[in-house]
């Protein structure tokens, strides 16, 4: 809590909020109940183990926990906490998706039913240079 309390000096608010939910969602009820001094890589390597084995949240935030719970621990010197504990603790695996794409005859029916001159030209831009959805919207 007290790592929580001193990040939210130099972060954003919506970044605060961000670590606040997962410390207190995730961290806190995993880690919570050992005192700092006997944090260890095993006890911290176990959680982590369990993180990645849950089914009910996303690989995104199982990452977020790691990144989040790994940078407290590394700010945490001061408080007692043994420093390289997440050294070698792997992060959860990012998940890899298939990249979908149309064909050039899916292309050439969409154009042909392109009508509006109001979207005609970033929808243009955005098929001739492979342009992701996000990056003209």
């Known amino acids: 809590k007290e790592w929580l309390r001193k990040k939210r000096q130099n972060v954003t608010y919506g970044t605060y909020k961000h670590y606040k939910s997962y410390t207190n969602n995730h961290i806190i009820p995993g880690l919570g109940r050992w005192k700092i001094k006997d944090l260890d890589h095993d006890l911290v390597d176990s959680f982590i183990d369990e993180i990645k084995d849950k089914d009910d949240i996303s690989q995104r935030t199982k990452i977020h926990i790691y990144t989040i719970l790994s940078s407290a621990l590394k700010d945490g010197k001061r408080a007692g906490i ?3 504990i997440t050294d070698d603790i792997k992060a959860p695996k990012k998940e890899r998706r298939e990249l979908e794409y149309w064909t050039r005859s899916e292309v050439q029916k969409f154009i042909k039913h392109l009508n509006s001159k109001n979207h005609r030209l970033p ?6 240079t492979g342009m992701r959805y996000g990056g003209f919207i």
Not at 123 to 128: C, E, F, K, N, Y
């Open 123 to 128: 929808i243009m831009l955005a098929l001739a």
């Open 82 to 84: 043994k420093q390289g």
